[in-house]
């Protein structure tokens, strides 16, 4: 018998009410990630959004807060929104994956983020597809390459196609839906940059999501 692939699938209640699928996502043991988090992070946001901006996991504020980008990475991202001129508050914002990976180097210190793995990532998918299905956004905005791969497969390079209109692939996604997709970086990777090129990296995801501006105006 073949052995069953771990993951989220058997905890997402079948609904589109977004608070309802939020307080499932508590109880999620598709994946080893909620044994050390404080809480899930589900996505925020209108149901009605136009707009679906997905990043990474929620970091350590996040983790505490239980809200998704309220941290550095979130005050950077809110900086490039409202260059790119879209309110924060039209959209809908969520991560790949809704518990915080990290590792505790000492007693008593931060605690440091962990890239989630290939595993991590599809097991929490499905609370994913749930999101997109219950808010069926006309844009999609990957923000870093775990949630460009998470949606546009694993041999997708963020390097050779940010910026540029996307569609989701047709395979391996079970959803109905045909947004308009747009890849960039990741807020923290300006926040990690050197310093002396943060403004143009900022920039740079600024110019990506006046990509998805105008496609919100197209739609
Ligand atoms: N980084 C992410 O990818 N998501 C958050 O919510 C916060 C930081
Ligand atoms: Fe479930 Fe995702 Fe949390 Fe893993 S990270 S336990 S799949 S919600």
């Given at each position: 018998?073949?052995?069953?692939?771990?993951?989220?699938?058997?905890?997402?209640?079948?609904?589109?009410?977004?608070s309802v699928l939020a307080d499932a996502s508590q109880a999620?043991?598709?994946?080893?990630?909620?044994?050390?988090?404080?809480?899930?992070?589900?996505?925020q946001g209108s149901a009605a959004a136009t707009v679906m901006l997905i990043g990474e996991q929620p970091g350590d504020q996040e983790d505490k807060a239980g809200a998704p980008?309220?941290?550095?990475?979130?005050?950077?991202?809110?900086?490039?929104?409202?260059?790119?001129?879209?309110?924060?508050?039209?959209?809908?914002?969520?991560n790949a994956v809704k518990h915080f990976k990290f590792t505790l180097p000492e007693r008593g210190k931060r605690r440091i983020h962990k890239t989630p793995s290939r595993t991590e990532v599809v097991a929490c998918?499905?609370?994913?597809?749930?999101?997109?299905?219950?808010?069926?956004?006309?844009?999609?905005?990957?923000?870093?390459a775990t949630?460009?791969?998470?949606?546009?497969?694993?041999?997708?390079?963020?390097?050779?196609?940010?910026?540029?209109?996307l569609s989701l692939p047709t395979t391996d996604l079970d959803l109905d839906l045909d947004p308009r997709v747009v890849a960039t970086v990741h807020p923290s990777s300006v926040l990690r940059g050197p310093p002396e090129n943060r403004e143009q990296a900022l920039e740079a995801l600024t110019d990506d999501l006046r990509v998805a501006a105008r496609l919100m105006g197209d739609s």
């Open positions: 018998m073949p052995t069953k692939v771990p993951g989220a699938e058997d905890f997402v209640p079948d609904t589109h009410d977004l999620c043991r598709g994946c080893e990630l909620y044994a050390d988090a404080t809480q899930s992070v589900f996505g980008f309220v941290g550095p990475a979130g005050r950077l991202l809110d900086k490039a929104l409202e260059a790119a001129g879209i309110d924060r508050g039209s959209v809908y914002v969520t998918r499905p609370w994913l597809m749930a999101e997109l299905d219950a808010v069926r956004p006309d844009v999609v905005v990957l923000l870093g949630a460009a791969k998470a949606l546009m497969g694993n041999d997708f390079r963020l390097t050779a196609h940010r910026g540029e209109v």
